[in-house]
């Protein structure tokens, strides 16, 4: 049977047609190209990419950054606006990359990033240097990346790190001011390029941490931005210092905990576990890091 080529019922072209048109528009690749690369196919039996690179003429980079663009897959190799620390962007198809979706799928189905389970995650560590940072970051890029909208707070208001890390301006606004009264919203920076994801600085450092995190006004803001955010990934101080990250972690309903091998202290792991477990805040696991 003939395919029916009628008006409105033309067969698709091939996958490897549009790649490798999207290449051509991109000038990684001549339009003469295209004809050596099919010729290649069928001789060989290989996929369009494989005969390009076999041909010589994309490297593997090239090849995945169009697969990416192809699928709808925010990948933008050596982006101005992101650190190299966000292996979720910088190297999607690596090994820490398919840990982090491991992670994912388990939080996920302990109910992360649902209304009826875990809208809020607080990510815990006891000391400075676990990767807490790393991870929020990390895990919010791979949550945006699974279609949900995501809002990545820094609410670490003694020693910030997600505006280096995304590279923004932290400015007069960000989660400081909204605890103060003294902004809204509107300090909610989407990420370019990354429709869903979208970041809020901690601002200022304040004198009064602590207290500005124990205000209601924590708990107020992540009620007012569920409308917009089906999940909100708060980055937080040590557990240490004033007990901040414990009041995030209440206003958050949930916490994920985060330790270095052969760094963090098994002390001050066990008082973390112990004092979410008192507090009844869902502990939902722990991710070790090595090194």
Request: hydrophobic share 45%.
């Amino acid at each position: 049977m003939k395919p029916d080529t009628t008006a409105g019922h033309e067969p698709a072209p091939l996958a490897a047609d549009r790649i490798g048109e999207r290449l051509v528009q991109d000038g990684k690749l001549a339009s003469t190209d295209l004809a050596r690369i099919v010729e290649h196919q069928k001789q060989h039996a290989v996929r369009f990419g494989e005969a390009a690179q076999a041909l010589g003429l994309l490297s593997g980079a090239d090849l995945d950054s169009a697969l990416a663009e192809q699928f709808g897959y925010p990948w933008k190799p050596g982006s101005a606006v992101t650190d190299p620390t966000l292996y979720a962007l910088a190297q999607p198809f690596g090994h820490q990359a398919e840990q982090l979706r491991a992670l994912r799928m388990r939080l996920s189905l302990a109910g992360v990033g649902r209304a009826e389970g875990h809208p809020a995650l607080a990510v815990l560590s006891p000391e400075g240097g676990d990767g807490r940072s790393t991870l929020a970051a990390n895990l919010a890029v791979s949550f945006a990346e699974l279609g949900l909208r995501t809002l990545l707070v820094d609410a670490d208001l003694r020693r910030p790190s997600q505006h280096t890390l995304f590279r923004s301006a932290v400015g007069s606004g960000g989660l400081s001011a909204l605890l103060a009264g003294r902004g809204c919203a509107a300090f909610i920076s989407p990420l370019p390029g990354f429709s869903g994801l979208a970041v809020l600085p901690s601002g200022p450092v304040p004198p009064n941490a602590t207290e500005l995190l124990a205000r209601p006004a924590l708990q107020t803001f992540l009620s007012d931005v569920a409308d917009r955010f089906d999940l909100v990934i708060l980055d937080t101080p040590p557990t240490g210092p004033g007990g901040d990250a414990y009041y995030i972690a209440a206003a958050a309903r949930a916490a994920l905990l985060v330790a270095r091998r052969n760094r963090t202290s098994l002390t001050g792991l066990d008082t973390l576990t112990q004092t979410l477990a008192s507090t009844g805040i869902p502990a939902l696991g722990i991710v070790l890091n090595r090194g």
